[in-house]
């Protein structure tokens, strides 16, 4: 069994390895695309909320006399929540990419001008 401190140290990793796996499915499963129209205060929210669930869900089914005790469950419940989250938020960037129609008039249209051909 492992100590305190490795305990810790385990819990630790876990964190920095589900937050680095969370952003690659995000941008995999949403796209890179509509990933790049999120601010990034909400990539940083869905991201570490995401990562500290699933720490705090790991913690609470080793601590508990079963694997899927009540506080386990909702902390998986509390992940589920964020991930609902994390893709509300990527569905409005796909939905919203291309709204540029209410940004005011459309500019004039250019006319092309053929080069002189040096007669």
């Not at 964190?15 to 790049?36: K, N, P, R, T, Y």
């Not at 990562?51 to 509390?78: D, H, I, K, Y």
């Amino acid at each position: 069994m492992l100590t305190g401190r490795m305990t810790r140290y385990a819990y630790v990793m876990e964190f920095l390895l589900a937050a680095i796996a969370s952003q690659v499915v995000w941008a995999e499963i949403g796209g890179a695309g509509h990933l790049d129209l999120i601010p990034w205060y909400y990539k940083l929210v869905g991201i570490l909320g995401l990562a500290f669930t699933t720490v705090q869900a790991t913690a609470s089914a080793m601590e508990g006399e079963s694997a899927w005790n009540p506080r386990a469950l909702g902390w998986t419940s509390a992940a589920i929540l964020v991930m609902a989250g994390m893709a509300a938020a990527t569905y409005y960037a796909h939905v919203h990419e291309g709204d540029d129609s209410g940004s005011g008039p459309d500019p004039a249209p250019v006319a092309f001008v053929q080069p002189l051909t040096g007669r």
